[in-house]
């Protein structure tokens, strides 16, 4: 793979082509823009910057592999070699008199290290890359565009039916990360480079100060258990430069913004300024959803320092599921996305999958300086947000599935309480769902605290009571106790009550959070193996575990013992309640029943002993009812925006395509000068000439570079039929009518010709299956069918529904041609039966009758 290449440089001064030039010409980047050293192969550079992208590593082990090669083929000799006559990656440039007109084989005559050689040669690249991007964006009009990132969240809504209606018009997760650090030692930066997709230098400072400016809010109670609660965490570690990263990504997963964690902890201003970053660049009217794992917090942060106003009355606020877990009930019943509408099924965990993505990176940045750290996140973000972009087809189909599944299952169980009292209808159940809300509302501290109090002077009023006519019983006579000890009875039994509340308050509270640390330790043993094929905890850690599983046990066996008392004492004082009151009232028989349950089982809920008197506290059956209706209405807020995301999808292509050929259009026609829709300054620094066919060419180029990335995608998202079933899925109204998007009408002939392109299937065998005549080619003669063809009864179907559709639409351009094509596939599938693995979910089940028939005619 070494050999030598002869080469001439411009000799004057200055040079009328610069060296970093003259290389690139022949197909090399230096590892500097000035007297470089070495070069390497475009080719070899772009291929491992992609393999870096997908897959991060360490340059160092890299570099000393190709150390190892290139020395077993006379790499470091100094005379000239020969060598291969193979295609070279990597020359160490000799200069011969003045010109330097000679090339040898071998790397590094400025650094005798090849890792930094290699270093400076991708980083080359990458800014050449991120060049490129930027021009392109100044081209389209489209820098920091969201709907870039992801067409799916940001794309127009111009094809959203009625039925797509949104209660929020974007969702944004927000999360921080304190393993992405970098050491105090690795402060050498000569590049200074800040990409963009982190926040710019002046915007976190400004909401900075714009925070601590305002007063400090009064705490609630489930937000003075955080680290991040109000002012944020503090503690860092001395011997790190770089703490962590907070970042916002859209509900697929997709990175929107990050900010750069320096010498500090995860404040709430630097979450804030991302969700203001992200407002800015959408409608003044849109509606936000913020999930973060300290929402409710964030949202008392804001509203109580009287932050933004504007932009808080359109914003909603929800913990992620899996971190709202760690909140208490009645913190949950505000914020869990699960159990308050508008948020569909949307986790908010879309910062922890992009944490595990970038994991590969925290070895390799913790020894970098800031820009190559700052680089190295977002190349490998990019990489990891255009895989996303690139699945979304299969992200919708999985969605849909589960909503489905999801919605079938509560409709059943709901079906099931009704039958069991038909009193408890789908709204009567949605009212009591309604009334425990507002019985378990979230709660300052300073309330919760006046609550105790007052339940406490109520408590004291009667035992006050209770003990006066105790005296009074000493001191009468028999006769004239009658009256007396029936109140006495009755008082007791209140007071009674009244202490168990209390006790259940404090105990339960006690035993949930003590089980919760119990599973968590047990899974982290559990999860640890000794020897080879398991991660290892370390012994330290391990008698952590061992430590917190003894104690957590003991707690909850005690809390246990408690709570039945507790219970029995209940039922004793409360004789004269409804049986299936009594009946019902939970109690715990071992604590292996307690470790056992969820936890979001509604034993944790705190809800019997308060309110013994809602049926919402003591009914099973309205507990399963109202659990039902949640995931009803859930179903139906998730089916709403994944048919708007997959419309914006396809409006989003469309309107990319249109823009880019609009652009190519109207440079080709500007043959004397750029289009008068740019600034003449502007386009000459962004092209760096000043000479207009140059700047023509280029941008020619990188236009076109633009549309064959945008088709990429589109072969990516049309590989198949899932866009075309998910769009005819999430249709409105059999009686209402939607027009077939430009977008599917322009690929749906190819994908229903091309039978290599239609949803994964297998042939089916048996008695149901049957030969299939051979065809006419073009030619006149008959050719078999090929062996590929695939086309399974649900595609079939969708042909022959949008064949139908396009018969009521057939004056929208293009739709004749796909009307015919759509009728001769149909024809030419007559006799096929094949068996789908992919799509049985997505086709109604009286559609599929309907397949089913057409297949034995």
């Avoid at 081209?139 to 094809?159: H, S, W």
């Amino acid at each position: 793979m070494v050999y030598s290449k002869q080469v001439t440089f411009c000799a004057s001064n200055p040079p009328c082509v610069a060296e970093a030039v003259r290389l690139a010409q022949l197909g090399f980047i230096a590892s500097t823009a000035v007297n470089p050293g070495s070069a390497f192969s475009f080719r070899m550079i772009r291929l491992e910057n992609s393999r870096w992208r997908n897959a991060p590593y360490a340059l160092t082990g890299h570099a000393a592999g190709f150390e190892d090669y290139f020395g077993d083929n006379g790499w470091s000799k100094p005379e000239y070699y020969p060598g291969h006559p193979y295609v070279s990656i990597c020359y160490r440039l000799f200069a011969m008199d003045s010109t330097r007109t000679h090339l040898l084989p071998g790397c590094g005559a400025q650094d005798k290290e090849l890792r930094k050689q290699w270093q400076r040669a991708i980083d080359e690249f990458r800014a050449i890359e991120a060049s490129e991007r930027d021009v392109g964006d100044f081209l389209l009009g489209t820098a920091d565009a969201l709907a870039n990132k992801c067409p799916a969240c940001f794309g127009p809504k111009r094809l959203n039916r009625p039925h797509h209606t949104l209660q929020l018009d974007y969702m944004i997760a927000l999360d921080g990360n304190f393993q992405q650090t970098r050491e105090n030692n690795a402060t050498y930066d000569v590049q200074g480079i800040v990409p963009s997709l982190f926040l710019s230098d002046k915007a976190v400072p400004d909401m900075k100060a714009l925070v601590e400016n305002t007063a400090r809010p009064t705490k609630k109670a489930c937000t003075e258990s955080w680290k991040a609660a109000d002012g944020g965490a503090g503690r860092v570690s001395s011997r790190k430069i770089d703490t962590g990263l907070v970042a916002g990504v859209c509900r697929h997963d997709i990175a929107l913004k990050m900010v750069n964690l320096e010498k500090t902890g995860e404040k709430l201003y630097f979450a804030l300024a991302i969700v203001k970053h992200i407002s800015d660049h959408l409608p003044p009217d849109a509606r936000i959803g913020v999930l973060y794992d300290i929402a409710c917090n964030f949202k008392h942060h804001i509203e109580k320092r009287h932050l933004l106003p504007e932009l808080f009355e359109r914003l909603e606020f929800a913990t992620s599921v899996f971190h709202a877990y760690a909140h208490t009930w009645g913190c949950q019943v505000d914020y869990n996305p699960r159990l308050i509408p508008k948020f569909g099924f949307t986790d908010g965990e879309g910062c922890e999958r992009l944490w595990s993505a970038l994991r590969s990176l925290i070895p390799i940045n913790r020894p970098s300086n800031k820009s190559h750290r700052l680089v190295n996140l977002a190349v490998r973000t990019q990489a990891v947000n255009d895989a996303n972009v690139s699945r979304l087809g299969s992200w919708f189909t999985r969605r849909l599935r589960s909503a489905k599944a999801r919605s079938t299952a509560a409709r059943k169980e709901l079906e099931a309480v009704i039958a069991h009292d038909a009193t408890w209808s789908e709204e009567v159940l949605r009212v009591a769902w309604q009334d425990q809300r507002r019985a378990q509302a979230w709660k300052t501290a300073a309330q919760e605290a006046e609550e105790d109090r007052l339940r406490e002077s109520e408590l004291y009023k009667l035992a006050e009571e209770l003990y006066r006519i105790d005296c009074i019983i000493d001191e009468s006579e028999p006769e004239a106790l009658v009256g007396l000890n029936s109140k006495y009875d009755r008082l007791a039994r209140e007071i009674d009550q009244a202490a168990i509340v209390q006790l259940q308050r404090s105990g339960t509270g006690i035993s949930s959070t003590e089980v919760i640390a119990y599973k968590t330790s047990r899974e982290i043993l559990l999860s640890t193996r000794r020897g080879r094929g398991g991660s290892t905890l370390g012994q330290r850690e391990a008698n952590k575990a061992r430590k917190t599983e003894v104690k957590t046990h003991s707690g909850a066996e005690k809390v246990r013992n408690a709570y039945n008392k507790a219970v029995n004492a209940f039922r004793t004082a409360g004789g004269s309640s409804p049986s299936h009151v009594l009946n019902n009232l939970p109690s715990v028989g071992s604590l292996a029943s307690i470790l056992d349950l969820e936890d979001t089982d509604l034993f944790w809920q705190d809800g019997f002993f308060p309110h013994v008197d809602a049926a919402w506290a003591t009914d099973p059956w309205v507990k399963r009812g109202i659990v039902a209706v949640r995931d009803l209405d859930r179903a139906a807020e998730e089916f709403a925006r994944i048919g708007a995301e997959v419309r914006q999808t396809l409006a989003w292509l469309e309107d990319e395509h249109d823009l880019i050929s609009s652009r190519q259009a109207l440079w080709l026609s500007a043959t004397d000068s750029a289009p008068t829709i740019y600034d003449h300054d502007r386009v000459e620094r962004a092209f760096g000439s000043t000479v207009y066919a140059t700047i023509r060419d280029r941008a020619l180029v990188i236009l076109d570079a633009r549309m064959r990335s945008l088709q990429k995608r589109e072969r990516d998202w049309f590989r198949d039929s899932t866009f075309l079933l998910l769009w005819y899925t999430t249709r409105g109204p059999a009686d209402t009518h939607e027009p077939v998007p430009r977008a599917l009408k322009r690929l749906t002939p190819q994908l229903l010709l091309n039978p290599g392109n239609v949803s994964k299937t297998t042939t089916a065998t048996g008695a149901g299956a049957r030969s299939v005549a051979p065809r006419e080619d073009a030619s006149g003669a008959y050719a078999a069918p090929s062996e590929s063809f695939r086309t399974t009864d649900d595609d079939r179907l969708l042909a022959r529904r949008i064949t139908e559709q396009l018969d009521t639409d057939m004056n929208v351009e293009g739709a004749k041609s796909l009307h015919d094509l759509t009728v001769q596939m149909l024809e030419l599938q007559e006799g096929m039966l094949y068996d789908s693995d992919s799509s049985d979910n997505l086709v109604p089940d009286e559609e599929r009758s309907l397949s089913d028939s057409d297949s034995e005619e």
